[in-house]
């Protein structure tokens, strides 16, 4: 029912399919973000039309709004919400941790008041398992907890040897077998402590592997030395899956060491905000800049957005308020993200990696990457192309 | 460039083509408002798929905001929009008076102050005649006053008065040959300052009317008694328009009159409140009620979100406050008036208006019509089947 097949390599870049109950994935991939079983203004048809693969919902949301017992009444995530592909739910220990109040950290797991009605909730392994056994994803999560960035070391020990535990925990509490369940490794930035985790992780033998704690406020030149590291040390053969990075050059530099699936809420959250992804960064819709200006979002790209509209239209809806404006913006966005990701598969394919991030590099930078980038580059495998 | 063709009678309800250079509408028909040049929440392809044949936008937003020249330059709203099909566009009269702040009425016209930036702005006949030239509609409207309900007869007079001398100004302002102004009539439900209003108009010989001035808080029993004597004296070979109406009750009630062409931000506006237009009524998804309800808002309609979706999940949508469930309402409730629509014009055309009125009324009143229906039915030369 789960399969990962990696179909082709390039440097630590790799390229494959991640076969799932609701159909296949092809691999790498950035997974929009649905957190109330919604991608935000987009549509299950729109979804399929950008290019979308899998979806993924937020467990801490669900649970308290509308109840996980409601969705499963209802024929799980696929049926609710008319989504019939894939869909992903992570375990809610993220959320727990930046949404919850008065929150309570135990070795039972994380008791917090819920920030709609204050109802005391108790968050554990197998409670977070259950919950995302009633919501039906395709890919469940195990329970972990996310230290914020910064961290003492001796918190992160003690947090990332009780998320083995909880890991142990959540596998047990599995019953269906029509979910793969993956495990989160911890450490922060701390390369031995990530070391130990992803090690004793991945002794779980599980479908996949999940890189947490990372794009938590930390450096890039903190994070993508742990990734590198991440990839290293996962196995080859399951899919690994960098969790809340959704930026444009970091997906580029990640799937140069090898990261296979990617989620964040920065498409469609910058789209509501006003800004429109396009190769040389992001145009703001909310500066009267683009008022007059004919042209679409971006001249090659293929969503209806900019097969429809102006950017001066776009701007006018923006400063308006108008609701179509940052549907379109999403949209966009969104798509932006999938045929990036299209691009590197091909990029892989034809090994051609390197030339593929360096051109992205090229524009996105003006010229003048960040060393990190570079260096995630090169500790992937991806020399500049005549060096 | 424009032509009306009455193409079947039955009573006084009639059913027609309009022809506009944008293409052909079909008459009676209910026309979405995108106030600032956008439907709210729906694009282009939407409208089209739900049966949009023409589509309002309001002078006094777009005046101020992107501003006229601006959307000129940008080749009028069905490029800058990109909505292809026809255009009306009002005259700014009644949002002057609904929105703009300290307005001062004078026999040049209006000036009041911009309800964004506090400019102060006069509206003439001859600029809001100038504004709708740059904007581009297909049909135009003259520049009439539209005074509160209630008001003092005295006013009533000397403000239709004033308005027909704005339509003799608005008549000599147009310079392009490809819009159709409409004249508008005013009286409020004064029948004697109504019929004057309405003689005085029709001598313009314009190619179409709208009855103006109504469905601004008077009550029916007192508006629909206005709308039949105004459709006894307009003249039967041009298209009748009663502005702001949009209740599917007062459609039916004013389509069996002989009303043509309706528009109103009713469908949706209370879909961005929460409410699903239904044959009974409205749903209210903003309650528990349907929370656990897998049927789609109405069981034959075709729309998108009635093929997708359950009230179950639209309600957490709009309990959420996500974007998408205010959308789907939204399009649900332009799609529910424009199939009323499609259904009283075929009955127009099989001689079975007064069978589908009296059905709708049954449903929508569950069998207890009020009078204010009754009346306007049977002044429509539509008697109760069976009586």
Redesign the interface.
Known sequence: MFAFRVTATDGKARTGTLHTPHGPVQTPLFMPVGT???V??????ELHQVGSQIVLANTY?LLL??GPE?VA??GGLHH???YQGPWLTDSGGYQVMSLGHMRTITEEGVTFRSHLNGDLITLTPETSIQVQEHLGADIIMAFDECPPYPSERRYLEASLERTLRWLERSVRAQTRKDQALFGITQGGTDLELRRRSTRETVRFDLPGYAIGGLAVGEPKEKMFPTVALSTDLLPEDRPRYLMGVGHPEDLVAAVGLGVDLFDCVYPTRTGRFGYALVPEGRLNLNSARY??D?RPLMEDCDC?ACR???R??L???V??G???????LSLHNVRYLHRLMEAARAAIREGRYAAFAWAFAERRFAGHPPAWFLEALRAGGHEPPGD
């Open positions: 109330q079983a919604t935000k203004g987009l549509t299950p048809a949301h709004r509308p409601l009444r209802l609710f919400a008319g008022k007059e004919p209806y429809t509209f102006s001066a239209y701007t006018h809806l400063r308006a108008e609701m179509l404006g940052l549907r379109m």
